[in-house]
């Protein structure tokens, strides 16, 4: 059986410029590989800088790898085209309110991406909308709120909503939960739990809490200084780990 997502050998540079005509090549990313079952939630840990957002970016496609391959159901992303990626591959970000535009309606915002994505005529699409409103916990009213009339969690909840309304396969979340209150936070996980579990989604979730990898992943992946440390099933790299660094990352609980 083909697996959702494979990752072999994904890695990422850049050049940092230090003279008119010369270059650093700065090494974000060592060569990695790991794959990501459907409806399988992957964490990935690992302290600032240590690689695991430019994992997301590029799997979400924010960004292009310097070498390896992506694939999507046996295909790769290269070949994909972009409006499929956007479809099947979506983001929640860490800052819910600047990821929002402050201009637009929470209605418009999420409507343009089903009127770019589908052919149904506009009262199906506003309906739609509604009804992917509600599936995260908010009112049909809402579609009319500008986003700095929402609270903290309920604007997470938009960028939920804006997150399924193509019913995607993958949702990579880049530190989404961590600026929410620990209350508001374990509703908003308790959401994208029944999310997955009625949609059938996998999640890549980019986190710093081991206590929130433990209750979500199904695998863990450990970056250290742009590398691999250790992949795992979440429960055999919990109880077992190999790694002095992972030993040390579970018994401190953050990063």
């Known amino acids: 059986m083909t697996k959702l997502l494979e990752v072999e050998q994904l890695s990422k540079s850049y050049r940092h410029k230090t003279g008119l005509f010369s270059g650093t090549k700065i090494v974000a990313l060592e060569p990695l590989s790991f794959s ?4 399988e939630t992957l964490a990935i840990m690992g302290e600032t800088g240590s690689g695991k957002s430019t994992i997301a970016r590029l799997i979400a ?9 992506i694939r999507l159901n046996g ?4 070949a994909t085209d972009y409006a499929e990626r956007c479809r099947n591959i979506r983001m929640i970000f860490q800052d819910s309110l600047r990821s929002l535009n402050p201009q637009i309606t929470v209605g418009k915002q999420l409507k343009e ?3 770019f994505n589908t052919n149904w005529d506009a009262a199906t699409q506003q309906q739609h909308v509604v009804e992917t409103l509600r599936k995260v916990g908010l009112l049909p009213d809402h579609y009319h709120f500008y986003p700095h009339m929402l609270s903290s969690g309920q604007q997470q909840r938009v960028c939920i909503a804006r997150a399924i309304v193509l019913a995607p396969q993958i949702i990579v979340a880049d530190e989404a939960f961590v600026s929410l209150d620990p209350s508001i936070r374990a509703q908003i996980i308790n959401l994208i739990l029944d999310l997955q579990q009625d949609m059938g989604i996998s999640f890549i979730f ?3 809490s081991t ?3 433990k209750h979500v992943a199904d695998k863990i992946l450990i970056m250290h200084r742009g590398k691999m440390i250790e992949f795992g099933p979440t429960q055999v790299l919990v109880n077992h780990p190999k790694e002095t660094y992972t030993r040390h990352l579970l018994q401190t609980g953050t990063l």
């Open 36 to 39: 990501l079952e459907r409806g």
């Open 61 to 69: 496609g924010a960004e292009k790898p310097s070498g390896g391959e």
């Open 75 to 78: 295909k790769p992303l290269q």
């Open 113 to 115: 991406a089903v009127r």
């Open 206 to 208: 980019v986190s710093h």
């Open 211 to 213: 206590e929130i990898v």
